[in-house]
C-alpha cells in the first residue's frame, strides 16, 4: 500500500488508514500510487477537527470489473459539488483555509478513465465521504 509515502501526514494527523484486502491488477502502479495516495491525503486534509482521521480502503470484486472505495470520516462534501470536483480548477474551499491547486481529483479521473473505469463520490456535508471507482477485471485472451 502507498500509505509509506504519506508517513509524516499520517503520523502528524493521528490517522487511522485502514483496508480489506486489494487485489493486485495489471496497471500502471505509479498511477495507481498517485491515485490512492490523492485520495488518503484529502481524507486527512479534510477531516474534522475534533475527530482523528479515519479512512478505511476496499475492494469488491464485481462481475466485470473490481469496485474499490476509500470511505472516510471527514466534514463531506454537498452533493451539489459531487461532479464538479472532478473538474480541474475547481475548488470548494479558499486557498487561506486549504492548501491545493485544484488539479488533484481531475487527474486521479484521467488515471482511472485511462485505466477503463469510473470514479465518482457519495457524501453528506457533515457525514464523511467515500469515494469509489471501477478498474476492470482482466480479461484472459
Known sequence: MCVFRLQQTVRESGASVTHAYLPTLPA???????????????AIKFHKAEEV???????????????????????GIDPRFHDRIFVIFQ?????????GTGIGLAVRKRIVERHGGTIWVESMK???????????IQQDP
Open 28 to 42: 500502471d502502479e505509479t498511477q495507481m500510487i498517485q491515485l490512492f495516495q490523492n485520495l488518503i491525503a484529502n
Open 91 to 99: 475548488r470548494l474551499h479558499n486557498r487561506e483555509s486549504y492548501q
Open 126 to 136: 457533515g457525514q464523511g465521504a467515500t469515494f469509489y471507482f471501477t478498474l476492470p
Open 53 to 75: 482521521p479515519q479512512i478505511h480502503i476496499q475492494a469488491q470484486k464485481q462481475e466485470r470489473h473490481w469496485l474499490f472505495s476509500v470511505q472516510d470520516n471527514g466534514f
